[in-house]
C-alpha cells in the first residue's frame, strides 16, 4: 500500500487567497483524521471522519476552516480566507478502526504570506 | 500537548543508549504511541505498547511504562546518526474512537 497520500506536499499562498489540502487515506481505513502541527502549539486534531461523516470538528480553528470526505478515498481541508497564522503543516491520518493505530501522510507545508 | 509531556531535547553519542521520557494523565488510556518524525516528513509510528504491559522489546528500541506514575520511556540502544529526529510520546483516550493526545515532541541529536 502506498500509504497516506496528502497533495500537496509544499503550498505557498497570499494572504485571503483559497487554500485547498487534498488526502487520500489508506484503503479500507474507516478513520480519517486532520491535524495541524505548529510550533507554538504542537499537533491539535482539527477534525476526524467516520465512514465519511465528520463526528467531532470541535478542533477546527474558525469557520474560515472546513473540511469535507466525499468518498472513503479522497478528503480535503479548505482555509478561506487564508492568513498568515494558517502557517504550519498539516498532516492527514487514517485509520482502519477507531481503536487502532493512525498512520500519518507526509504533511503539506502551508506558508502563508 | 499539554496533558503529554516530554522533555525537549536529548543529545547523545553515536553509539551510547538513548531515553527519552513521557509522563501522561489519563490512566485509563489504552495504548501509549511513540512516533518518529524526521526533517521534513510525517509521523512515522515506531511502536506502541498496551497499558497492560510493563515493557516491550522491539530489535534496537525498548519501551517501558510504569502506570503507576503515568510514565512512558524509550530506550534506543546502539545510538545511530539516522535516529537524529523528533520523538513524539502519545496516549490514546477512551471515547468512542482511539483518540491521540501528543507530546510537543524530544528533538534527538546524535553526534559522533
Known amino acids: 500500500d502506498a500509504g497516506v497520500i496528502q497533495s500537496p506536499r509544499h503550498e505557498v499562498t497570499e494572504m485571503g487567497q483559497e487554500v485547498t489540502l487534498r488526502c487520500k487515506p489508506i484503503?479500507?481505513?474507516?478513520?480519517l483524521f486532520w491535524y495541524r502541527q505548529t510550533m507554538m502549539r504542537g499537533l491539535e486534531l482539527l477534525i476526524y471522519?467516520?465512514?465519511?461523516?465528520?463526528?467531532?470538528d470541535s478542533g477546527m480553528p474558525e469557520d474560515r476552516f472546513s473540511a469535507k470526505m466525499p468518498n472513503a478515498s479522497f478528503s480535503t481541508l479548505k482555509i478561506q480566507p487564508s492568513e498568515p497564522r494558517d502557517s504550519a503543516v498539516y498532516f492527514c491520518?487514517?485509520?482502519?478502526?477507531?481503536?487502532?493505530?493512525?498512520?500519518f501522510g507526509p504533511g503539506t507545508r502551508l506558508l502563508v504570506l | 500537548g499539554e496533558d503529554v509531556e516530554q522533555s525537549l531535547f536529548l543529545s547523545v553519542r553515536e553509539g551510547d543508549s538513548s531515553v527519552i521520557n513521557c509522563t501522561y494523565t489519563?490512566?485509563?488510556?489504552?495504548?501509549l504511541y511513540w512516533y518518529k518524525q524526521e526533517p521534513g516528513a510525517g509521523l512515522q509510528l515506531l511502536t506502541y505498547?498496551?497499558?497492560?504491559?510493563d515493557m516491550k522489546q522491539d530489535q534496537r528500541l525498548t519501551v517501558l511504562l510504569n502506570k503507576k506514575d503515568k510514565h512512558l520511556s524509550l530506550r534506543i540502544a546502539d545510538t545511530q546518526t539516522g535516529d537524529s529526529a523528533i520523538y513524539f510520546c502519545?496516549?490514546?483516550?477512551?471515547?468512542?474512537?482511539?483518540?491521540?493526545?501528543f507530546g510537543a515532541g524530544t528533538r534527538l541529536a546524535v553526534h559522533p
Open positions: 471522519f467516520n465512514n465519511n461523516v465528520p463526528i467531532d
Open positions: 484503503s479500507g481505513h474507516d478513520y
Open positions: 489519563d490512566s485509563s488510556s489504552t495504548y
Open positions: 502519545a496516549e490514546s483516550r477512551s471515547g468512542g474512537y482511539n483518540k491521540l493526545i
Open positions: 505498547i498496551f497499558s497492560n504491559m
Open positions: 491520518a487514517s485509520s482502519p478502526s477507531g481503536q487502532e493505530t493512525q498512520y
